[in-house]
């Protein structure tokens, strides 16, 4: 298969697994937010939904069908950094902007593009 039809067939996987995983993200959140700290809540409902992401792009999007320690290191090494930026962005657009779905989206957005350059050029790379 070509470069840009691997690159297609893996983006658009992508981005149906981030589509779920975000569902969970976004779910989690709201059903924590009026509980915990915002904060802690985005952190809970980011790890959920990181879970997910991981599942579905080793085992669909990138197709590794072999466990790997070294893999789920750098998977995990990935998401606690952008946990961090989520976080931060988040409660930053949040100051700015007092709308809780849009510092949501925000702070997804941004952390889903780290995520999938992360997973093509260093996590999942063949």
């Not at 981030?18 to 915990?36: C, F, S």
């Amino acid at each position: 298969m070509a470069l840009d039809a691997v690159l297609k067939k893996q983006f658009i996987r992508f981005f149906v697994s981030g589509v779920t995983a975000v569902a969970i993200d976004m779910g989690i959140y709201y059903l924590l937010k009026e509980r915990l700290d915002y904060n802690i809540a985005k952190g809970v409902s980011f790890l959920s939904g990181t879970i997910v992401a991981y599942i579905l792009n080793k085992f669909w999007t990138f197709e590794e069908k072999k466990y790997s320690s070294v893999e789920l290191i750098k998977f995990f090494t990935l998401y606690s950094l952008t946990l961090f930026i989520n976080i931060y962005v988040n409660h930053l657009t949040l100051n700015l902007f007092q709308s809780v779905l849009f510092a949501f989206l925000i702070a997804t957005g941004v952390s889903t593009v780290l995520n999938f350059v992360g997973q093509k050029f260093w996590v999942f790379k063949k």
